[in-house]
């Protein structure tokens, strides 16, 4: 992952014009009028189950991106052809045993044949290389500049779960990272420091500067949580931009770890899920963001806004979508500003849609979406209406931070992080059970941790003990969605800094 030679200035967010000219420089601007030129997998290399601008009869308008498979998994192979009816498993794809993620991580990804052919889930990782350099006096910095830079080098793993096709998860998996190594230089000088300073040009205005940052708690990983916040709205703008220039529609969710300086920082937007395992313990590391998990907030933002609701929805919830029957009547509900129940007397404005509606993974914001955080979603609108859905859709991730020097990491612990396809058919007790197993039943085979993210897989599809299992209702859940699996080892990081 080189940085680009031209950046635009820190505080300026990018352009899609800037942006075109440094990554999609061997990929024409497409504009609307060219959507039928160039459909997905139109000329592509190094693809992964791609055959053409067609998957099971539907064509994709012309990408920013061209899709493509993750570099890692380049030379593995193409897909055979869907299989309808599901007479044998689905192909899961790992990379080759010459082929290193960082800390030696292990990848596996699954795609549902009967949706596409393309895969909607991305994939990226590798490292990322923060240039620095140590503050001085106004008369130094010239001499600064003729200087060569240091660099902090962290390494990042990503997923994006992609929905309305693919467009979205791949402009997500080229830039997220470059927006983000950006906005890590912006505020890098106060990351290193022994207290994040008032001042970043290295002057103080108030004596007490110090007292204020250390009252207010702020520490060197606050900066660090800030920075992946900003880098994930720089990507959705710049998700925004392309996505209206190419006449191309769509979101995915993102789910990335970043780790820098002795810190994991797990940052989730959407409904992907990590989790630390370790020999007796589990802790899950993000939360997943669906319209249920975020009621409140999409209540509060429609109370402050109604007009968002164009007077179609009711931001109210109740049990059950209201009848004319029950106009009168006193019913339960609840509003933004209750986490308990209480019952109110029903107005014909309360029969109206409502804003969160279902429950569960059936719930959905406006009807429409299923997931309350993400990036892009910039077009979507509720059906036959004027709606948009973007509003309340939050592009700012949770972000959880895990101190690797204040763990007791052994051999086997691992962090699982995948999409929701595979959380849809195991649990987190399930998975950690399954990895467990495996990491101490194979502990000699060098590329043991992508072969348990196969055997994760594999438990989705009906598949136990190498043999394929026909699923019928209420005996094996089998997942149909597109999964992708990262398996990161903590050991080998901790092994790496004692040995150096």
């Given at each position: 992952?080189?940085?680009?030679?031209?950046?635009?200035?820190?505080?300026?967010?990018?352009?899609?014009e800037?942006?075109?000219?440094?990554f999609?420089?061997?990929?024409?601007?497409?504009?609307?009028?060219?959507?039928k030129?160039?459909?997905?997998?139109?000329?592509?290399?190094?693809?992964?189950?791609?055959?053409?601008?067609?998957a099971?009869?539907?064509?994709?308008?012309?990408?920013?991106?061209?899709?493509?498979?993750?570099?890692?998994?380049?030379?593995?192979?193409?897909?055979?052809?869907?299989?309808?009816?599901?007479?044998?498993?689905?192909?899961?794809?790992?990379?080759?045993?010459?082929?290193?993620?960082?800390?030696?991580?292990?990848?596996?990804?699954?795609?549902?044949?009967?949706?596409?052919?393309?895969?909607?889930d991305?994939?990226?990782?590798?490292?990322?290389?923060?240039?620095?350099?140590?503050?001085?006096?106004?008369?130094?910095?010239?001499?600064?500049?003729?200087?060569?830079?240091?660099?902090?080098?962290?390494?990042?793993?990503?997923?994006?779960?992609?929905?309305?096709?693919?467009?979205?998860?791949?402009?997500?998996?080229?830039?997220?990272?470059?927006?983000?190594?950006?906005?890590?230089?912006?505020?890098?000088?106060?990351?290193?420091?022994?207290?994040?300073?008032?001042?970043?040009?290295?002057?103080?205005?108030?004596?007490?500067?110090?007292?204020?940052?250390?009252?207010?708690?702020?520490?060197a990983?606050?900066?660090?949580?800030?920075?992946?916040?900003?880098?994930?709205?720089?990507?959705?703008?710049?998700?925004?931009?392309?996505?209206?220039?190419?006449?191309?529609?769509?979101?995915?969710?993102?789910?990335?770890?970043?780790?820098?300086?002795?810190?994991?920082?797990?940052?989730?937007?959407?409904?992907?899920?990590?989790?630390?395992?370790?020999?007796?313990?589990?802790?899950?590391?993000?939360?997943?963001?669906?319209?249920?998990?975020?009621?409140?907030?999409?209540?509060?933002?429609?109370?402050?806004?109604?007009?968002?609701?164009?007077?179609?929805?009711?931001?109210?919830?109740?049990p059950?979508?209201?009848?004319?029957?029950?106009?009168?009547?006193?019913?339960?509900?609840?509003?933004?500003?209750?986490?308990?129940?209480?019952?109110?007397?029903?107005?014909?404005?309360d029969?109206?849609?409502?804003?969160?509606?279902?429950?569960?993974?059936?719930?959905?914001?406006?009807?429409?979406?299923?997931?309350?955080?993400?990036?892009?979603?910039?077009?979507?609108?509720?059906?036959?209406?004027?709606?948009?859905?973007?509003?309340?859709?939050l592009?700012?991730?949770?972000?959880?931070?895990?101190?690797?020097?204040?763990?007791?990491?052994?051999?086997?612990d691992?962090?699982?992080?995948?999409?929701?396809?595979?959380?849809?058919?195991?649990?987190?007790?399930?998975?950690?059970?399954?990895?467990?197993?495996?990491?101490?039943?194979?502990?000699?085979?060098?590329?043991?941790?992508?072969?348990?993210?196969?055997?994760?897989?594999?438990?989705?599809?009906?598949?136990?003990?190498?043999?394929?299992?026909q699923?019928?209702?209420?005996?094996?859940?089998?997942?149909?969605?597109?999964?992708?699996?990262?398996?990161?080892?903590?050991?080998?990081?901790?092994?790496?800094?004692?040995?150096?």
């Open positions: 992952m080189r940085a680009p030679r031209e950046l635009p200035p820190a505080s300026a967010p990018m352009s899609t800037w942006f075109r000219r440094r999609l420089h061997r990929v024409p601007s497409w504009g609307r009028g060219q959507s030129a160039r459909g997905w997998g139109a000329g592509l290399e190094d693809t992964v189950g791609n055959r053409g601008p067609q099971c009869g539907r064509t994709w308008p012309a990408s920013p991106l061209p899709y493509r498979r993750p570099k890692f998994l380049h030379g593995v192979g193409l897909a055979p052809r869907p299989d309808p009816y599901q007479t044998r498993p689905r192909p899961v794809y790992c990379p080759a045993p010459d082929r290193y993620l960082p800390w030696n991580a292990g990848y596996a990804e699954v795609i549902n044949a009967e949706k596409s052919e393309f895969n909607e991305q994939a990226a990782c590798g490292q990322l290389s923060i240039k620095h350099r140590e503050l001085g006096d106004s008369e130094d910095q010239e001499w600064m500049i003729l200087c060569p830079e240091e660099s902090v080098t962290g390494c990042y793993w990503a997923l994006f779960d992609g929905h309305g096709g693919p467009a979205a998860a791949v402009i997500a998996s080229n830039i997220l990272h470059r927006c983000l190594r950006v906005k890590l230089e912006d505020v890098v000088e106060g990351i290193l420091a022994p207290q994040p300073p008032m001042h970043l040009s290295g002057c103080c205005i108030c004596p007490s500067d110090p007292q204020f940052v250390e009252e207010k708690g702020i520490q990983q606050d900066l660090v949580i800030g920075a992946i916040e900003k880098a994930f709205q720089e990507c959705d703008t710049v998700i925004g931009q392309e996505m209206t220039a190419t006449g191309q529609s769509g979101g995915c969710t993102a789910l990335t770890i970043l780790y820098l300086e002795g810190k994991l920082y797990v940052a989730n937007a959407g409904d992907s899920r990590a989790i630390l395992v370790q020999r007796e313990s589990l802790r899950a590391l993000s939360s997943e963001f669906t319209p249920e998990s975020e009621r409140q907030r999409i209540q509060h933002l429609a109370f402050i806004h109604p007009r968002l609701l164009a007077n179609e929805f009711t931001r109210l919830e109740f059950r979508r209201l009848k004319s029957e029950d106009v009168g009547q006193k019913v339960l509900f609840r509003d933004y500003n209750m986490n308990g129940w209480g019952y109110k007397q029903v107005e014909k404005s029969l109206k849609y409502p804003l969160v509606h279902g429950q569960g993974k059936q719930a959905r914001l406006l009807g429409t979406l299923a997931v309350s955080r993400g990036l892009g979603d910039h077009q979507l609108k509720v059906l036959d209406s004027d709606i948009n859905i973007k509003p309340f859709l592009s700012i991730p949770e972000v959880t931070v895990i101190d690797l020097e204040q763990q007791d990491i052994q051999e086997d691992v962090i699982i992080m995948a999409t929701d396809g595979l959380w849809d058919v195991l649990s987190n007790e399930q998975v950690a059970q399954l990895t467990r197993t495996f990491l101490q039943d194979n502990r000699h085979d060098p590329n043991r941790l992508s072969e348990l993210a196969k055997l994760l897989i594999h438990r989705t599809q009906g598949k136990e003990d190498s043999i394929w299992e699923s019928s209702p209420g005996n094996v859940l089998v997942s149909y969605d597109d999964i992708s699996v990262f398996v990161i080892p903590l050991h080998h990081k901790k092994q790496r800094r004692r040995d150096s």
